[in-house]
């Protein structure tokens, strides 16, 4: 990416001249030197022929020495400019939604009546393959999982991290949160989790294949909980209830979407299921709220650095100086 070189604050050039005006408009600095005064003292000098220093004299610096404080000076005003190499304006995605999955892992879950490329596999493996391209095209939400059987538990709490809840998606597997399906307390998870979070657009997706059997808190009830919170719930029904087999309860399902603004769908096998995740994507289209971001490079430590490094210099220098003298007199 090619990028430019710039001062974020080019004004700081205007003190450039500063050291001079305070040279001319300020008086110098006179330094006093003690004296002995003593009768005939006018007299002695003329005898002696020597010619009386001032009281106070203005110490001299060398051209060299003003050459160097003054580009210290311009380095330092260079440093405070802020150096910087700026790169071409990016777009960051901003999050703009939490959407929540839970998903059943009750044993009937572990039914293999689904095919996945004329192989048959079980319902939660199927839900699992399809699943995973839907998280990842959630790229401007925030996604969470909770699992629920017997019991619900968080799998994955909110992330922008969309890869890390396509692996805690893949390691989870029937039979982890016991062997019925308690609805209910699954919402309530959820909710629990989006009271902790402060993005206040809240979609669930619910996914299940049985009644919900739990005595703590009934699946309505639960839903009147996320109206009132302003949470949509979008709820799938996995197998087919005319199935003698199948243990479905539609109704319930359907109650708990409508509630809450949200839509029902039933998914019989892989395929009508995949066409469920593309309709969820057009009721719940990604919203990109975008924000600039603009990549820079700082580059004040250098001319910092050189400053500094150079009055280090001087300083030695003047040491030096001030030693090799005095050992010539000695």
Not at 214 to 223: E, F, H, K, Q, T
């Amino acid at each position: 990416m090619p990028e430019n070189f710039q001062f974020a604050y080019p004004y700081v050039a205007l003190l450039a001249p500063l050291p001079f005006l305070v040279y001319w408009l300020l008086p110098a600095i006179k330094n006093r030197s003690s004296a002995l005064i003593y009768p005939y003292f006018e007299r002695t000098a003329i005898v002696s022929k020597q010619k009386p220093k001032k009281a106070s004299h203005i110490k001299k610096r060398n051209g060299f020495a003003w050459v160097a404080m003054y580009l210290i000076w311009l380095l330092l005003l260079v440093a405070m400019a802020s150096p910087e190499l700026v790169g071409k304006p990016e777009r960051k995605i901003k999050t703009s939604r939490n959407f929540l999955i839970l998903a059943d892992l009750s044993f009937s879950m572990a039914n293999k009546d689904w095919v996945i490329d004329s192989q048959p596999v079980t319902r939660w493996q199927a839900v699992k393959d399809i699943m995973q391209d839907f998280i990842v095209r959630r790229k401007s939400d925030r996604m969470g999982l909770v699992f629920f059987a017997s019991n619900a538990y968080i799998q994955a709490p909110f992330t922008s991290d969309l890869e890390t809840v396509r692996t805690m998606l893949d390691e989870a597997d029937v039979g982890m949160a016991g062997q019925m399906t308690n609805i209910g307390k699954a919402i309530v998870k959820g909710m629990d989790m989006f009271e902790r979070d402060t993005i206040e657009s809240k979609v669930m997706l619910l996914l299940t294949d049985g009644v919900d059997s739990g005595m703590d808190i009934l699946p309505l009830d639960a839903a009147n909980m996320a109206k009132n919170d302003s949470t949509i719930i979008y709820t799938v029904g996995i197998g087919d209830p005319g199935n003698s087999s199948a243990d479905l309860d539609e109704r319930t399902l359907s109650e708990i979407s409508n509630l809450t603004g949200g839509k029902y769908f039933r998914a019989k096998d892989a395929e009508e299921l995949e066409g469920i995740y593309a309709e969820l994507e057009k009721l719940e289209p990604i919203e990109y709220e975008e924000e600039s971001f603009i990549p820079k490079t700082l580059l004040y430590y250098y001319p910092l650095g050189s400053a500094l490094a150079l009055a280090l210099t001087l300083v030695l220098l003047s040491n030096m100086i001030l030693i090799f003298r005095r050992l010539r007199k000695n």
